[in-house]
């Protein structure tokens, strides 16, 4: 079973929709929680953390987090053209920086104009 | 801002070669990683370091080392290079065990795209 598990897509959404992209991890041990976003030919850059239980709203970006299912979501709100991406998440068994980020493979994020 | 750069973004090497790829970053990171990306396998980790001196293998450090004598520098080599380790390399740098939460963000290099040939 691999460790950190993603849908890879594609998923296509209207454009104006919500986007929804989920992630499950294997390691009960996990402490926190990232959403990276990678542009094609481009480095991922971070746009969401989350380490609590429930939901976490930045802009039009939530982050959902499950410890118990062991499950974690981004939903996009009025999604844009720009959004088409790839989105990859990623998991650390620590709060603190001095653990390894294992990532999914993440999903292929197409918005419809 | 932080600035992760690796020292090439595409570079052709033929099988046999030994390849160095550099990472350096400017934010005083104590940790730094190294991973390659490939269609369908998304980010692998193959090495990464906590401090000077310090390393600790990935998920798939077979064919790889590194070496990391100054906390800024993190390099990646090749032994002799293969067909199969062809594909984009990332270097990443996170902070250290002094910080939490958002702060513990990793920040990419542009990566170096290696073909072996």
């Known amino acids: 079973q691999k460790e950190v598990e993603q849908n890879s897509g594609p998923l296509s959404v209207p454009e104006g929709a919500i986007a929804s992209l989920n992630c499950t991890y294997s390691?009960?041990?996990?402490?926190?929680f990232f959403w990276y976003r990678q542009y094609s030919g481009k480095s991922p850059e971070l746009i969401m953390f989350?380490?609590?239980?429930g939901d976490k709203e930045d802009g039009r970006f939530t982050a959902q987090l499950n410890k118990a299912s062991q499950y974690v979501s981004l939903l996009i709100r009025d999604s844009q053209p720009s959004d088409s991406a790839t989105y990859l998440c990623?998991?650390?068994?620590?709060?603190?920086?001095?653990?390894?980020?294992?990532f999914g493979t993440g999903t292929r994020l197409t918005i419809i104009p | 801002d932080v600035k992760v750069t690796q020292s090439s973004r595409y570079l052709v090497k033929r099988t046999g070669e030994k390849v160095f790829l550099e990472c350096v970053q400017d934010?005083?990171?104590?940790?730094m990683f190294w991973y390659r990306q490939d269609p369908g396998l998304g980010l692998r980790l193959i090495y990464f370091?906590?401090?000077?001196?310090?390393?600790e293998k990935g998920d798939i450090p077979e064919g790889y080392s590194v070496s990391r004598e100054k906390k800024e520098r993190f390099s990646l080599i090749l032994e002799s290079a293969s067909t199969n380790q062809t594909s984009m390399y990332l270097c990443?740098?996170?902070?250290?065990?002094?910080?939490?939460?958002?702060?513990?963000?990793?920040?990419f290099g542009q990566g170096t795209r290696l073909t072996v040939v």
């Open positions: 990443a740098s996170r902070p250290g065990q002094t910080m939490q939460g958002r702060d513990t963000e990793a920040f």
């Open positions: 390691d009960r041990g996990s402490q926190s």
């Open positions: 989350i380490y609590s239980n």
């Open positions: 990623a998991v650390s068994l620590s709060n603190f920086g001095n653990e390894k980020l294992t």
């Open positions: 934010m005083d990171h104590e940790n």
């Open positions: 370091s906590y401090d000077v001196k310090m390393k």
